[in-house]
């Protein structure tokens, strides 16, 4: 029993690791509060009639809210860019198990991310919500090109869980970081519909569990679907990082020994 709970017990490692994910959860949602509250105050007066018995619901008023809940939130979101660019940073190396410090970690890559963080994120909350709303305009109306928006949409959705992993592994420029999402979502399908479908169950068990998993969300919402992302696309993130060449003990001593004797030569000719 003592063994259980040692500190290197594969038990208190798993708490540990769950605690980090919790803390990453918070740093990270809070950046998302404006833009969650202003997607509340928009939308739930137009969804509210759906809650309560006897509400009349406006298919019409929906969606014009949906428009301007699109329209407010694309510079709301604009911070949670930078913010899940260092999430997605310190969730990879968790899965790799490099040793890091949450907090520490997290504001590094949020700083060193933070300009193409927040152009990645506006790009895509503006696809995103356009293709949305495009959706629901012709849901009302039929037809065949709803489903070819539907597809775009999701196809476009499995892109962009790559867009800020990438960010936040490779230096790229912009266009070349969401060239480079656009392929991997096509050379690893299967895990790309596996992160859809994970980054998605928040949105399904809110939809059963309704405000009783507001707790869950806030302590694992976003970085707990992330960090199982994160164990999805690390082999095919590994696939495109350069090797490391090993170099033995041996080398590494001999190149020691060469440079402290460059040193010595460059001391004696000054």
């Not at 198990?97 to 933070?114: L, P, Q």
């Not at 059963?208 to 707990?224: E, N, Q, R, S, T």
Request: aromatic residues 14%.
């Amino acid at each position: 029993m003592g063994k259980f709970f040692s500190l290197d017990s594969p038990f208190v490692a798993g708490l540990t690791r769950l605690a980090d994910v919790m803390w990453l959860n918070i740093l990270t949602l809070l950046f998302a509060v404006p833009l969650m509250i202003e997607q509340v105050m928009i939308l739930g007066p137009a969804v509210s009639p759906l809650m309560t018995e006897g509400g009349q619901f406006s298919y019409d008023v929906f969606v014009a809210a949906v428009m301007w809940a699109w329209i407010i939130g694309i510079p709301l979101s604009a911070i949670c860019g930078p913010a899940c660019t260092a999430m997605h940073y310190v969730l990879l190396k968790m899965v790799r198990e490099e040793d890091s410090y949450v907090t520490k970690t997290f504001f590094k890559s949020f700083k060193e991310n933070f300009k193409q963080g927040i152009v990645l994120q506006v790009i895509k909350f503006f696809v995103g919500g356009m293709l949305i709303l495009d959706f629901l305009i012709l849901r009302s109306r039929g037809g065949f090109y709803r489903y070819v928006v539907f597809a775009m949409f999701v196809f476009l959705y499995m892109v962009g869980l790559y867009v800020f992993p990438l960010q936040s592994k490779f230096e790229n420029t912009i266009v070349k970081t969401i060239k480079n999402a656009f392929i991997l979502t096509i050379i690893a399908l299967p895990r790309s519909l596996g992160m859809a479908f994970v980054s998605l169950l928040p949105i399904l068990l809110a939809y059963f569990f309704d405000m009783k998993f507001i707790p869950i969300y806030v302590l694992v919402g976003i970085a707990g679907p992330a960090y199982l992302c994160a164990v999805l696309y690390n082999p095919t993130f590994k696939r495109f990082e350069p090797k490391e060449e090993e170099v033995s003990e041996e080398e590494e001593m001999n190149a020691a020994i060469r440079k402290l004797d460059e040193l010595d030569e460059e001391e004696k000719g000054e």
